[in-house]
């Protein structure tokens, strides 16, 4: 049930710029394989989300549009929760501290497949 959670919660940021598909695939991906190894293949291999999938598994690699866009969500909110709401400053600090180590995590990772292991050239190293 919870695979099918985040892959609807998935599908809907296909559609709103602001929430980020990806993450919600690769959860539903991981709820899959400890329930269900029918939807695991399928969300694995399917034709829209199969691919980036594929390559976080392998590779770990987070695309540098996902990184910009992430980063710039993450501005947005930091912008909003301390211009225009009344949170209290233990609640602004514990949201930059997370937003700080997402951040920190996916600039961290690689931006593309490593040279040796890209297959959409004939120069495998």
């Given at each position: 049930m919870l695979g099918f959670v985040f892959f609807g919660v998935g599908i809907?940021?296909?559609v709103l710029p602001v929430l980020p598909t990806t993450p919600f695939m690769l959860?539903?991906?991981w709820a899959f394989s400890n329930s269900s190894e029918r939807f695991?293949?399928?969300l694995y291999t399917h034709p829209k989300f199969g691919p980036s999938l594929q390559i976080w598994s392998t590779h770990g690699v987070v695309p540098k549009r996902a990184k910009i866009s992430a980063l710039t969500v993450?501005?947005?909110?930091f912008i909003f929760l301390t211009m225009f709401s009344e949170a209290h400053w233990a609640i602004i600090f514990s949201a930059s501290a997370f937003m700080l180590i997402g951040a920190t995590f996916l600039m961290t990772r690689p931006s593309q497949?490593?040279?040796e292991y890209d297959t959409s050239t004939d120069d495998v190293v």
């Amino acid at each position: 049930m919870l695979g099918f959670v985040f892959f609807g919660v998935g599908i809907v940021g296909v559609v709103l710029p602001v929430l980020p598909t990806t993450p919600f695939m690769l959860l539903a991906l991981w709820a899959f394989s400890n329930s269900s190894e029918r939807f695991h293949n399928w969300l694995y291999t399917h034709p829209k989300f199969g691919p980036s999938l594929q390559i976080w598994s392998t590779h770990g690699v987070v695309p540098k549009r996902a990184k910009i866009s992430a980063l710039t969500v993450m501005a947005g909110s930091f912008i909003f929760l301390t211009m225009f709401s009344e949170a209290h400053w233990a609640i602004i600090f514990s949201a930059s501290a997370f937003m700080l180590i997402g951040a920190t995590f996916l600039m961290t990772r690689p931006s593309q497949i490593p040279v040796e292991y890209d297959t959409s050239t004939d120069d495998v190293v």
